[in-house]
């Protein structure tokens, strides 16, 4: 009996001795858990399963029923295996102790104790007093992360975009409390996080993490705040595309990088404030050269945040001195200036009709072929002023040539008559004749022509004319087949009256006899020869003739 209690006072000693190395067998909360006694290395003997001091639990011999304590912490859920491992179900933190399994030998007893650890995983992260947004270098508390029943408790940690927020008990601060439900023993933590945003911030992920010893780390879903700061800087933008005209409207739209931004903005114009709200444009309408200049915009609550942007307003004057419709006489001179006034550089180009000029059109002397419809294209940065006159030149007609032909292989003779002036002159032929034509009107040259057969010889006057006057020139045409005869007196000729003329005129009536007789013979040499038919010697002829006709018209005319 002594050397019994000596033996379990050595025992204990041992047991003190080696509590550091104690055996542990780890069980989850709620679970069934097996202690083992010795390792399952007991084979036979007594054994008696106890906890703490003098809780008993079981006792069982080899080959007999075990007996169970009426222990009221464990009689309804302990059984033993074969090997006398305790099987104890339901582990609350209550199990969370030393059990010894004692084995009464046939000379000695031993004693194994084994620590019990009971653990329960957190529940998942809960985020409450979770607030919208947080304001730059303001101490906000952001959001609560819970978790509940666990042991050993666990850890909640913070992270900003995967990188951990650790307190500093200044711009940032995480308080976590760690409570331990008194009836079932087992710990909820919480932690509070309160945090200083910087503009960085926007867009950024806060998440809560739980961690546990005995399980993977689990993330609440990240948090998203809004970020809120005053505004720094303001900026005014033209919105609408340049290069701005008069008349143009221009848009201006004033910026501020606050968050939320301002709703207000004050806009300068001119020395004219205007305030706009719930807006941040404004519209100059119909601008002009006037509104040229700088402008700005404000903040309404601090007017030294502004920010301006120059406006330039182009334009472009041209003053044509000539403008609609110019008639003129021929020959006469028009003065004609372009004035141009422009906010920059321009280029000038001209137009008669459809065709480029080269240059600015000078009208020292009027012809008829100035006569048309001018543009003057004026442009400059987007800018283009078109001006145009139409010019026109008239003048009292002339008839540049009066003609006979004869008709190819005929006795009809076809009269030409090449008149010039403007308005178109009309035509009054001496004769009736056929296929009375008219060629088109160019540049104050019109020509007209008359078919006529000449039973006897004729003086056929053409007489051209318009409302500025009537000039009339005559031709002599014979029945006989000529060849082509031309009438090349000008109108002066025509008119000549002069007496200093006369002895001249003698002269040439003696030369033009001389020439009748040597036509007359060549015609008859010709006529006898019947080479007429020949078109070279035709053509011979013809200029002889030609000769003859000329001095006989003369003769007429004198
Ligand atoms: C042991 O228990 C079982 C059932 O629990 C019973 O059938 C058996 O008779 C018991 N043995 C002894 C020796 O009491
Ligand atoms: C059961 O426990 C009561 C006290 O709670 C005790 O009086 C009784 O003797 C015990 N019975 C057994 C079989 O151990
Ligand atoms: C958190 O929110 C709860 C209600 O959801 C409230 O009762 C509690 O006072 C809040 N705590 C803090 C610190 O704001
Ligand atoms: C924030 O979280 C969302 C959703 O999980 C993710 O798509 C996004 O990339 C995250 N942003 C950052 C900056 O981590
Ligand atoms: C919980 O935090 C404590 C103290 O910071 C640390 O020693 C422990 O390892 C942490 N536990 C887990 C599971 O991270
Ligand atoms: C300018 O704005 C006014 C009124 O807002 C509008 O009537 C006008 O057509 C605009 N002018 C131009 C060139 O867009
Ligand atoms: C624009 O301004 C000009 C001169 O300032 C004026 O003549 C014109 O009528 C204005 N146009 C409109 C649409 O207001
Ligand atoms: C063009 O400008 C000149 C000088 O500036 C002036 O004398 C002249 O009258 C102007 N001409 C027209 C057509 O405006
Ligand atoms: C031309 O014909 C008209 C009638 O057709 C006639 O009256 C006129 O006398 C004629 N003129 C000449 C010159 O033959
Ligand atoms: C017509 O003129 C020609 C010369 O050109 C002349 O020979 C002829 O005699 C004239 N005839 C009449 C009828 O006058
Ligand atoms: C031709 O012109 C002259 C003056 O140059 C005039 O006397 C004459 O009557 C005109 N003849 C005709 C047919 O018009």
């Known amino acids: 009996m002594h050397c019994t209690a000596f033996l379990t006072c050595l025992l204990t000693v041992c047991l003190i001795n080696q509590v550091s190395g104690l055996e542990t067998v780890t069980g989850k909360y709620g679970d069934t858990v097996e202690i083992p006694c010795n390792n399952g290395r007991v084979m036979e003997g007594f054994v008696k399963w106890k906890y703490d001091t003098d809780g008993n639990i079981l006792v069982k011999n080899v080959g007999q029923n075990a007996s169970i304590s009426n222990d009221t912490n464990y009689k309804n859920r302990v059984g033993i295996k074969q090997d006398f491992g305790l099987i104890i179900r339901e582990v609350t933190m209550a199990d969370q102790k030393t059990f010894t399994c004692m084995v009464v030998g046939k000379d000695d007893i031993f004693e194994y104790p084994v620590q019990l650890v009971i653990y329960k995983l957190p529940s998942r992260p809960q985020i409450t007093n979770q607030t919208t947004a947080m304001a ?43 409570d331990v439900d008194k009836a079932t023993g087992l710990s909820s933590t919480k932690s509070d996080l309160e945090y200083t945003a910087v503009k960085g911030d926007i867009g950024a992920n806060f998440t809560c993490q739980i961690q546990h010893i005995r399980s993977a780390n689990m993330d609440s879903s990240p948090l998203i705040f809004t970020v809120n700061y005053p505004p720094e800087k303001v900026s005014l933008q033209v919105v609408s595309q340049g290069p701005f005209k008069e008349g143009d409207n221009v848009t201006l739209k004033c910026t501020a990088d606050g968050n939320p931004p301002p709703s207000s903005y004050i806009f300068y114009m001119k020395g004219e404030k205007k305030t706009v709200e719930n807006s941040n444009t404004y519209t100059l309408t119909n601008v002009t050269r006037k509104s040229t200049g700088d402008y700005k915009c404000s903040l309404v609550d601090s007017e030294d945040m502004a920010a301006s942007v120059p406006i330039t307003v182009e334009y472009l004057d041209v003053v044509l001195s000539t403008a609609g419709k110019i008639v003129k006489g021929l020959g006469e001179r028009l003065e004609m200036t372009v004035n141009v006034s422009a906010s920059g550089t321009s280029q000038t180009s001209w137009k008669k009709g459809n065709n480029k000029l080269d240059s600015q059109p000078e009208f020292d002397k009027l012809k008829y072929s100035d006569s048309g419809v001018y543009e003057c294209v004026v442009s400059m940065a987007g800018l283009k002023k078109t001006r145009t006159f139409e010019l026109i030149v008239q003048g009292s007609p002339v008839i540049k040539k009066l003609t006979k032909k004869r008709d190819v292989g005929n006795v009809n003779k076809v009269l030409t008559c090449e008149a010039e002036g403007f308005p178109k002159p009309t035509v009054q032929w001496s004769v009736n004749g056929t296929d009375v034509g008219e060629s088109p009107d160019v540049d104050g040259k019109v020509t007209y022509s008359i078919t006529i057969i000449p039973k006897v010889n004729l003086t056929v006057s053409c007489t051209v004319s318009n409302f500025l006057g009537s000039v009339n020139k005559s031709i002599n045409v014979s029945p006989l087949p000529e060849d082509l005869t031309i009438s090349k007196q000008d109108q002066k000729d025509d008119n000549r009256d002069h007496p200093a003329l006369a ?56």
């Open 136 to 178: 730059v270098g303001k101490l906000t508390k952001l959001a609560q992360c819970r978790t509940e029943s666990a042991n050993p408790a666990a850890n909640i940690t913070w992270f900003k975009n995967k990188t951990p927020l650790l307190s500093d008990g200044a711009a940032i601060k995480i308080s976590t409390t760690v």
């Open 503 to 558: 002895v001249g005129i003698v002269f040439g009536l003696i030369l033009a006899v001389l020439a009748i007789g040597l036509a007359y013979w060549l015609y008859m040499k010709k006529y006898r020869q019947g080479s007429w038919k020949t078109g070279e010697k035709e053509n011979g002829s013809a200029e002889e003739s030609k000769k003859l006709e000329e001095n006989q018209s003369q003769k007429a005319d004198v």
